[in-house]
């Protein structure tokens, strides 16, 4: 599964949208374009303790996934094995909410 991001035509800051301008340079020359959603695991943590509809779901873990490329994304991982630098790759978007394998 792809990914969606803009990148800047000015400098090349990657972001996920939505984004208006540049948050590196402020230019509004954004373009979408899509990412093989690829990458590896910079860090992460188990969440033991959580409210309401999560609570259902524990332990879970979320990770802070460096795409191939350099754009980290916040992300929820299948299963409960994880290991810094680790690949992963998108499995899908759950409201707003993206998994990896």
């Known amino acids: 599964m792809e990914i969606t991001v803009v990148v800047c035509e000015e400098c090349g800051h990657q972001a996920i949208p939505p984004k208006y301008s540049c948050p590196k340079c402020t230019s509004d020359h954004l373009v979408e374009t899509e990412h093989t959603g690829t ?5 992460y943590t188990t969440i033991r303790v959580a409210a309401g509809k999560y609570e259902s779901q524990l332990p879970y873990v979320v ?4 795409l191939d490329g350099g754009l980290r994304v916040t992300a929820r991982l299948e299963g409960d094995q994880a290991s810094i630098g680790q690949r992963v790759k998108l499995n899908r978007v759950e409201e707003s909410i993206y998994w990896f394998d």
Request: charged content about 10%.
């Open 39 to 43: 990458g590896i695991i910079y860090s």
């Open 63 to 66: 990770a802070l996934v460096e």
